[in-house]
């Protein structure tokens, strides 16, 4: 394959294979430069989006576990029947009514990595681990002061808090 072609009019061109393939090389590599930049977009995206969504749920966690004993501060916000007491170190929330067959409490408390919640007739003897668990959770920390209950829940080192008043005279 010739490198000089003759045109009409005596006019010579010179065909350059080179040309050709450098365009050809500089396309590919603007491709491949194109194709890099993609994927290295789509790999910070989905690390991004990775952490967003474990931190929503470490913090789901916690935000349930507050609302979970919001919840039952509300239906049990009668006169006298919600305080907080401790048993061996660790605080729980003591829901107490009553029913037809006795008097009966409910308690809210963190043992061994758990929420837990024991019903049980009043007076009678428990062990912290006989309480259902509830949800995973490290801590819930809670202290009454008067109508006040503050509560605050910890998993993972992160925390949440609430306060509730209490209604009831």
Not at 111 to 118: A, D, H, I, S, V
Not at 133 to 152: A, R, T
């Amino acid at each position: 394959m010739p490198c000089i072609q003759t045109i009409e009019g005596g006019h010579f061109m010179i065909k350059r294979r080179n040309a050709w393939i450098a365009n050809y090389a500089g396309m590919l590599s603007l491709l491949c430069m194109f194709i890099v930049g993609s994927l290295a977009l789509t790999s910070v995206g989905v690390y991004v989006y990775k952490n967003i969504v474990e931190n929503n749920a470490q913090n789901y966690q916690l935000r349930v576990s507050l609302s979970y004993v919001a919840t039952k501060v509300h239906q049990y916000d009668t006169s006298g029947q919600i305080s907080v007491e401790e048993e061996n170190g660790i605080p729980i929330l003591v829901l107490r009514e009553s029913l037809d067959s006795g008097n009966y409490r409910t308690m809210i408390y963190c043992y061994k990595g758990k929420m837990r919640e024991l019903f049980q007739e009043e007076g009678l003897s428990y062990s912290l681990e006989d309480g259902m668990e509830v949800m995973e959770l490290d801590q819930l920390k809670l202290k009454q002061d008067g109508k006040q209950i503050f509560v605050k829940a910890i998993e993972n080192g992160e925390q949440e808090q609430l306060v509730l008043n209490i209604r009831s005279e």
